[in-house]
């Protein structure tokens, strides 16, 4: 099992930036990737970014790209999300999770999932 623990919430006003941090826990050694989904208010939750642990290749959702940073601190086993220019669209619950099994944006190439953390961006 793996537990992932996210913090870094908010709220923030549009243009402004946020890091949201992932700490993974448990059976992590065979950690293939780590990324971020959200899910916003009466929306389908959508796949944000990606990192493949050992590589560091990192894979973002067109709508975040240039904007949204993910990083890895390998010997903390935690995973982050820098967010900057952040816009009203960009309210959502962020979520973190984790693969053993291969990288991809749709949520069921994760095995472990985080509670949640909310972002709430205002105009």
């Known amino acids: 099992q793996v537990q992932l623990v996210e913090s870094g919430g908010g709220w923030v006003q549009s243009g402004g930036s946020l890091q949201l941090s992932c700490a993974a826990s448990g059976r992590t050694a065979s950690t293939y990737a780590m990324g971020w989904f959200r899910q916003g208010p009466e929306k389908e939750r959508e796949f944000v970014a990606l990192i493949i642990w050992n590589e560091g290749t990192r894979y973002y959702a067109h709508s975040v790209e240039g904007r949204f940073i993910i990083d890895k601190d390998n010997a903390k086993n935690t995973v982050y999300l820098q967010m900057n220019d952040l816009k009203p669209e960009d309210t959502a619950v962020y979520y973190c999770?984790?693969?053993?099994?291969?990288?991809?944006?749709?949520?069921?190439?994760?095995?472990?999932w985080g509670k949640g953390t909310l972002v709430t961006v205002s105009s």
């Open positions: 999770t984790q693969t053993n099994r291969r990288a991809g944006t749709r949520a069921d190439d994760y095995d472990y």
